[in-house]
Nanobody, 122 residues
Framework: QVQLVESGGGLVQAGGSLRLSCAAS????????MGWFRQAPGKEREFVAA????????YYADSVKGRFTISRDNAKNTVYLQMNSLKPEDTAVYYC???????????????WGQGTQVTVSS
C-alpha cells in the first residue's frame, strides 16, 4: 500500500481559491490512479475528482466540473487539487486516495490519507 498525506486546506472566502496537495510514499506511486473525495458534516463521503496513473485521463463530479482541476507529478509522488471559485457548499474534509483500478467509487480506493479541512465562508 501507499501512504498518503494531504496538505493545503484552510479557510477561504467564497470565490477564492485553494490548492490541495497529497504526498505519497513508496516507489510505485506512478502505478496508482489517484482521487480526491470530500465529506461534509452529517453527509457521506463523496467523489470529487480522479486522475489516471499517467495523468492522461481526469474525471470530475458534476458539482466541481469547471472549477476544480486535478493533476499529478509522478516525479514528486504528489497529486494536486486546484480549487477555484469556491462556494460555501465546498466546505468539507478533503481526502486523497489511491487506487489500483480506474474508478470513481469509494470501494475502488484502498489507501486513504487523513484528510485536510477546507472551509469556505460566505
Amino acid at each position: 500500500q501507499v501512504q498518503l498525506v494531504e496538505s493545503g486546506g484552510g479557510l477561504v472566502q467564497a470565490g477564492g481559491s485553494l490548492r490541495l496537495s497529497c504526498a505519497a510514499s513508496g516507489r510505485t506511486f506512478s502505478s496508482y490512479a489517484m482521487g480526491w473525495f470530500r465529506q461534509a458534516p452529517g453527509k457521506e463521503r463523496e467523489f470529487v475528482a480522479a486522475i489516471s496513473w499517467s495523468g492522461g485521463s481526469t474525471y470530475y463530479a458534476d458539482s466541481v466540473k469547471g472549477r476544480f482541476t486535478i493533476s499529478r507529478d509522478n516525479a514528486k509522488n504528489t497529486v494536486y487539487l486546484q480549487m477555484n471559485s469556491l462556494k460555501p457548499e465546498d466546505t468539507a474534509v478533503y481526502y486523497c486516495a489511491a487506487s489500483i483500478v480506474a474508478g470513481q467509487s469509494l470501494a475502488d480506493f484502498g489507501s486513504w490519507g487523513q484528510g485536510t479541512q477546507v472551509t469556505v465562508s460566505s
